[in-house]
């Protein structure tokens, strides 16, 4: 049987969006659950992009396709409007899209003898728990780049460039690029600190290791898809691509830069 996913989030529009969308898949043979199952074949996400980003994170970034009815403010990620539902599970029925395969950035944290493990579709970025500025030491591959010092650095993946990443003046990239950019969020530069100022473009292959500084006496909140994790006394992040892939559908009139126009401008 085939089984599809199908959440929403709490506003009337997607409430209702999601029990028409039901019955609309039920008349045509689908299974729609009552709580998440794993061997569906697509997961269909009703909101904005935070309840896109929170379903990704919620089921451990599965391997089943996604696609989002757009009911939330911006929707980047979203492909289809309420009103477009028939239509839809028509197009779908027949195969007529193709996916989308979205990198996702992660970051290895070591305090001490302990390890911890985030993931993000749009970024990680790592800050200092207290208004202070904090002073990372950075290295790319095997060469020390910079002590940083500032509010924090970003690490956007081409999914992500779009969002937090553009606000800060990172670069818009195209997702059909593998690639990671490192943002600096207020990086300071007098006679006392020297931090870059422009965004790191860096290639698929290449990790940042982080090793901060504790003579601030503050925590470091290090931030996947606007996920707080507050961590003391961290002596080592790690960052890299990840292995999990997520997996979008988009139709035949998908076109990245033509998103971006009509999202931005
Ligand atoms: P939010 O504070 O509601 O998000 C801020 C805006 O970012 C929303 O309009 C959201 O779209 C949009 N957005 C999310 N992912 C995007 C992407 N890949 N490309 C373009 N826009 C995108 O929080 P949220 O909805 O949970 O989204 C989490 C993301 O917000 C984080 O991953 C971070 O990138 C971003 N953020 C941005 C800023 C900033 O720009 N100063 C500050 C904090 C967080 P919807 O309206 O459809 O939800
Ligand atoms: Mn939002």
């Not at 009911?71 to 539902?85: A, N, R, S, V, Y």
């Not at 650095?153 to 081409?158: A, F």
């Not at 002596?235 to 999202?263: A, C, G, M, P, Q």
């Amino acid at each position: 049987m085939k089984i599809i996913n199908v959440f929403a989030n709490d506003t009337v529009l997607s409430r209702d969006t999601k029990k028409l969308l039901k019955r609309k898949l039920e008349k045509s043979e689908f299974i729609v659950p009552r709580e998440y199952d794993p061997g569906a074949e697509l997961i269909i996400c009703i909101g904005g992009d935070g309840s896109f980003l929170e379903t990704l994170r919620k089921y451990d970034f599965p391997d089943i396709p996604f696609i989002g009815i757009n009911t939330g403010h911006l929707g980047f990620f979203q492909e289809l409007h309420p009103d477009g539902l028939d239509e839809f599970i028509f197009k779908y029925k027949q195969g007529k899209y193709e996916i989308q395969h979205l990198k996702t950035v992660k970051a290895v944290v070591t305090v001490g003898e302990d390890r911890f493990e985030y993931t993000g579709l749009n970024e990680i970025l790592i800050k200092g728990e207290l208004s202070r500025a904090i002073h990372l030491n950075i290295s790319i591959g095997d060469s020390f780049i910079e002590r940083f010092s500032g509010d924090g650095i970003l690490v956007s993946t081409p999914a992500g460039s779009t969002a937090y990443n553009y606000s800060l003046g990172g670069s818009i990239v195209d997702p059909r690029l593998k690639l990671l950019q490192v943002t600096p969020i207020a990086p300071m530069n007098t006679t006392a600190y020297r931090s870059f100022t422009s965004s790191l473009i860096l290639p698929p292959n290449l990790s940042i290791r982080i090793n901060p500084e504790h003579s601030g006496g503050q925590g470091l909140l290090i931030v996947s898809d606007s996920q707080e994790h507050l961590h003391e006394s961290v002596d080592e992040i790690y960052l890299e691509f990840s292995e999990s892939i997520v997996k979008l559908l988009r139709f035949e009139n998908y076109d990245f830069w033509t998103k971006v126009k009509s999202k931005f401008l």
